[in-house]
């Protein structure tokens, strides 16, 4: 059982780890399509609100992806418990490095 646990928490963090080799293209990517498309935020709305969502959007479609992947990957009869690590991987690490203004 001890050796399901920890090969179950070296998958979630294995995910969490590569996960971050996918983010960081798609973010450039998709920050380079909203460059060429034209879109722009003006006001404080857009600059404050709209704009940190829409940033996001990479890094959120990765995370359901990391979800999945743990689910999937995971041998457990509750694989959804298994998500919650990586879920608290991201959440420690996003507000560390979050810098507010």
């Not at 090969?7 to 450039?28: D, K, M």
């Not at 709209?50 to 999945?68: N, Q």
């Amino acid at each position: 059982m001890v050796k399901t646990i920890l090969r179950n928490l070296a998958i979630a963090y294995g995910v969490y780890i590569a996960s971050w080799w996918v983010a960081f293209p798609l973010a450039l990517a998709y920050g380079k399509l909203t460059h060429a498309i034209g879109i722009h935020y003006y006001g404080e709305v857009g600059g404050k609100v709209v704009l940190p969502l829409s940033l996001t959007i990479p890094y959120a479609l990765v995370a359901f992806g990391v979800g999945a992947s743990v689910v999937w990957l995971v041998d457990s009869t509750h694989p959804f418990r298994w998500v919650i690590f990586p879920a608290l991987f991201y959440l420690y690490f996003w507000t560390i490095c979050y810098h507010w203004v």
